[in-house]
């Protein structure tokens, strides 16, 4: 469904180490997935997409995996910058509803 | 070229009165979506209008309204103000019929409600 308001979760990892960010979305007719960053009192912003008939896209530090299995997509993010400390969200274009739903978020902590 | 900019940054409003937030998308974008976003939690969909209709909304009241105008820019009203409804409110556009396209977000407005 929507996005719903719970507490976000937290991920704290060490400057250095790789980080792994997972996401259920819940709609196997979506087609179309993307991770935003949102830093501290910025809107979302967008890091990496990937389209259903994809399983993986990598960028500069960062990799999408996408699993239309057990509807699961997961961000991984390598070796982790106190700069990409911020909540990272997923987000689904679910055909026929609204262009992008988003899931709850999880919160990214990286200690120097 | 601009990105999506919403105004007012900040808005102080008291319970009951109304509050009208802004936003013009990227130049060409014909979608605009609104979010909520209350402190440290995720985003709530609220809005989705394109070319100048209401295509969708969210489980929020009808006191949530809004209207986009024929330049694609978008007012987000929320009237009977609660105390509930101090938050973030993110404004998005994007170009609906291009699909699988990602939607550019502004800095949002932050509404606090006393």
């Known amino acids: 469904g929507e996005s719903v308001g719970l507490h976000l979760p937290t991920l704290s990892v060490q400057e250095g180490d790789n980080s792994i960010i997972n996401c259920a979305y819940s709609n196997s007719a979506s087609d179309y997935f993307i991770w935003y960053k949102q830093e501290s009192g910025k809107g979302p912003q967008f890091i990496i997409d990937?389209?259903?008939?994809?399983d993986k896209r990598q960028g500069q530090r960062v990799t999408v995996l996408l699993n239309k299995t057990v509807k699961h997509l997961s961000l991984q993010i390598a070796a982790t910058q106190p700069g990409d400390s911020a909540v990272y969200f997923c987000a689904e274009n679910r055909p026929g509803f609204q262009k992008l739903v988003f899931g709850t978020g999880t919160r990214l902590l990286v200690s120097p | 070229e601009a990105g999506v900019t919403q105004s007012p940054t900040h808005l102080i409003k008291t319970r009951g009165q109304q509050a009208t937030l802004r936003c013009s998308p990227i130049s060409g974008h014909t979608s605009v979506y609104w979010y909520q976003q209350a402190l440290g939690l995720g985003l709530q969909f609220l809005l989705w209008y394109d070319e100048g209709e209401e295509r969708n909304r969210g489980n929020f009241p009808p006191r949530f309204s809004g209207r986009q105008f024929p330049n694609y820019s978008s007012e987000l009203n929320v009237n009977a103000l609660e105390l509930e409804d101090s938050a973030l409110y993110l404004c998005?556009?994007?170009?609906?019929?291009?699909?699988?396209?990602?939607?550019?977000f502004g800095q949002g407005t932050r509404l606090t409600v006393v």
């Open positions: 990937i389209r259903s008939n994809m």
């Open positions: 998005a556009s994007s170009f609906w019929q291009q699909e699988n396209t990602e939607a550019f």
